[in-house]
């Protein structure tokens, strides 16, 4: 029975259930019609959209009892199909429809091109749908699959199809219990049985793929338990899964403590390891770049992700990153600092964490550098000659302020004098820090009273309200020298981060903007420290990898310091200059991590090229091999019959049967030479060894020669305008090829009864011939794809030749120095636009 539905009633969307499975066979479509017979036993409305059986007899047994609509049948390319009636169901409207095989693309002529369209149109319809996938037809799998199995997936669907159903449940089933199913002949034909098991269906291809599946879904799961605990305000962390937070500092601990931490998370099946580095809002560099980013190399070498947030309360920050992963565990090193540093400024990150961690387990890590901190810094750090220039000025200032006041006493009071003082106190803390700040202001303290106090000359204080002024003013000149001071140095700390940052982001442009990353990388290098000359060596033979030098320098000068820093495990970088400082030497450890990836991306690149042709190679050898083993043997067998047939002596043929097995005999071995002409071609043209006789050449007269090879004397072609054309500088016999080849591949898509047309037009110094069509058309993604060898766009009629038409013409067009591309025909069909010098222009470079 279909459902009624009122006008202006509201539909609510239909909902969506997913059987995901890992591999064809695991029993997806059994398991969705065993769940429909269910509902349908339940007085549910259920009707088949579309079951793909695969001649499967148990799966064929489960449709008995449910009603199917029946399919549509669409025509594409001279062959018919079988596709879901959308339209029959959208008006049956049932309520559960079965519809298998959710990544399938429609045959042209429909609603949607894709079937998971079609089923958001019954969702949208309020008809609930209960359909089939694959994990290799996930989208963002797709690549993973292909590096796993070797085989491209051509069909698939957005993740977010499949996120967006209502319930998601994995058909799962061991490898090994999967191809015993294959084998007993429960998934493929017996015929398919062996290839499938030597290929698709490997133990380690099964087991890689049941893995993604049970992570994809794994996924989706903690996806709805995080829906669920924020839709309810649940802040407490579920213990559902081992997952190890182990925060990062960028100090040299960092190495102990991510090991450590990847210790635990693998103590549990399925334990997740997350390193996590916490940033001031302010953007100040603290931590090294170098070390974070070998550490973070670390970190996902072992499995687990990196991931920085910024926050200036670093225990909170690192608590919310934590809860909000559900961690469960969190691992922090212990304080670097001192015993007198924790005295002085107090309860460190690490105290402060496990007291406000309640339900995570904070684990305090030691390691060689615990407690070798240093005392906290007073100040800026300076040269020396400016800490003496700074304690000098805590002695000078306040002179010459006294001696300049002394000149003015009658005319000004001790509040100017006072304010005065404190002027100075400030521009000594400009200059030298917090620490001259200090000795200048007890300098202008007792100047101040001495001089300029009552009672005069005298370092007694006659009045308490002078004593109260004098104290204020000590107290004022230290704070705010103290606050001169730390402004100062946050301005330096900020520069330096922007310095820092101006660099290495001009780093990450110059690895990705040349191919020639690693001495592009030198002399950034040397650029940016300003250096004599860096060296990349190679460690084990001392081999100069790669050099940058001044223009100026001549090279290394003798006294010149020498640094050396290491590049991976095979190389180092020598810089030759000036001696760098600390801080400069943190950002070098970054510039020789991007040093390090750039020789690892050239050594990949290379071993790359070197694979690419051996692959090409095999590519082009196991295509010929298919093409001998059917479309060689094909017409090579026909004529081996009709000749045998005439030489036997036991028949007696009509002259009629003898002219009919001459002519098949005949066009056989016509099409045999052919197809080995056109290998041949094609192996020459590969090979660079096709020799071109170029000469001035009329369409007019090479398009019948072409014409009269077709296997067609009879095919509708309309020639327009090609004696008018000017004449091409090209090969006659190879130009008929071209033609002849193009032509032939428009008649086999061409719309029935519609012509080809062939025309020609001038356009400057090059002419342009069309050969134009009215078939289906070429989707823009496959237009390059047609040109390849041995490929026909998926078809899986082999009896028409091995795919070599079109490669064959594009290359023999390039050997003459024209192109061949592919264009919209304007109304529907393919125009192949041949492109070919005009005679007159020279000849091409070849």
Known sequence: MSRDLTPGTLIRRGQLRVYLGSAPGVGKTYRMLDEARRRQDRGADVVVGYIECHGRRHTENMLEGLETVPRLTRTYRETEFQEMDLEALLSRRPSLVLVDELAHTNIPGGRNAKRWQDIDDLLDAGI????????????????????????????????????????????????????????????????????????????????????????????????????????????????????????????????????????????????????????????????????????????????????????????????????????????????????????????????????ASEDIDVHMVTHEFTGRGKLPSLGRRHSRRRTVAGFASGLVVPTLVTVVLSQFHSQVNLTTDALIFQLGVVAVALLGGAVSALVASLVASLLLNYFFIPPIHSITIGETNNVISLLVFAAVAL?????????????????????????????????????????????????????????????????VLARSDAETEGGAASGEAVTEIAVGADAVMILTGRRLPAADQRVLTAFAAHVAAALERDRLATVAAEVEPIKAADRMRTALLAAVSHDLRTPLAAALASIGSLRSPDVEFSPEDEAELLSMADASLVKLTRLVDNLLDMSRLQAGALTLHLAPTHLEEVLPRALDSLSDPDA?????????????????????????????????????????????????????????????????????????????????????GVGLGLALSRGLAEAMGGTLEVEDTPGGGTTMLLTLPAAGTGEPTL
């Not at 058909?171 to 049985?193: I, S, T, W």
């Not at 700390?493 to 101006?502: H, M």
């Not at 903007?513 to 000359?533: H, I, N, Q, Y």
């Open 128 to 355: 609930d749908v209960i359909t089939t996938v694959n994990i290799q037809h996930l989208e963002s799998l797709n690549d993973v699959v292909q590096k796993i199995t070797g085989i491209p997936q051509r069909e698939t669907v957005p993740d977010e199809v499949v996120r967006r159903a209502d319930q998601i449940e994995l058909v799962d089933m061991a490898p090994q219990a999967l191809r015993r199913r294959m084998a007993h002949g429960n998934v493929y034909k017996a015929e398919k049985v062996d290839a499938a098991l030597s290929n698709y269906f490997r133990v380690g291809n099964l087991t890689a793929l049941r893995e993604l599946a049970l992570l994809w879904v794994a996924g989706r799961v903690d996806e709805g338990l995080r829906d669920y605990r924020a839709s309810h305000n649940i802040d407490r962390v579920w213990e559902t899964r081992e997952r190890v937070v182990v925060a990062l500092t960028g100090g040299p601990e960092g190495e102990t403590l991510i090991r450590r931490a990847a210790r635990i998370a693998d103590r549990t099946a399925g334990g997740e390891l997350l390193a996590v580095h916490v940033t001031k809002s302010d953007g100040l560099a603290g931590a090294s770049p170098g070390a974070l980013a070998q550490q973070r190399q670390l970190v996902e070498t072992l499995g687990g992700s990196y991931h920085v947030v910024v926050g200036d309360d670093i225990p909170t920050a690192l608590l919310a990153f934590a809860r909000g992963r559900d961690a469960t565990q969190l691992v922090l090193g212990t304080s670097r600092r001192g015993r007198i540093n924790r005295f002085l400024t107090g309860p460190g990150i690490g105290e402060t964490t496990v007291d």
């Open 479 to 543: 704070t705010v020298s103290t606050v001169v001071d730390h402004a100062a140095r946050l301005t330096s700390r900020a520069a330096r981060a922007t310095a820092e940052a101006e660099t290495l982001s001009t780093l990450a442009g110059s690895v990705l903007r040349g191919a020639d990353a690693v001495p592009a990388l030198l002399e950034k290098s040397r650029t940016a420290f300003a250096m004599a000359s860096v060296a990349l060596l190679d460690r084990s033979s001392g081999e």
């Open 716 to 800: 509708p072609i309309q020639p327009l305008d090609l004696d008018t054309a000017p004449p091409v500088l090209a090969d006659p016999p190879l130009l008929e090829r071209v033609l002849a080849n193009v032509i032939t591949n428009a008649l086999r898509y061409n719309a029935p009864g519609a012509p080809v047309l062939v025309a020609a037009s001038s356009h400057q110094d090059r002419v342009e011939i069309r050969v134009v069509d009215r078939g289906p058309g070429i989707a823009p993604e496959d237009r390059d794809r047609v040109f390849l060898p041995f490929q026909r766009l998926g078809d899986t009629d082999n009896t028409t």
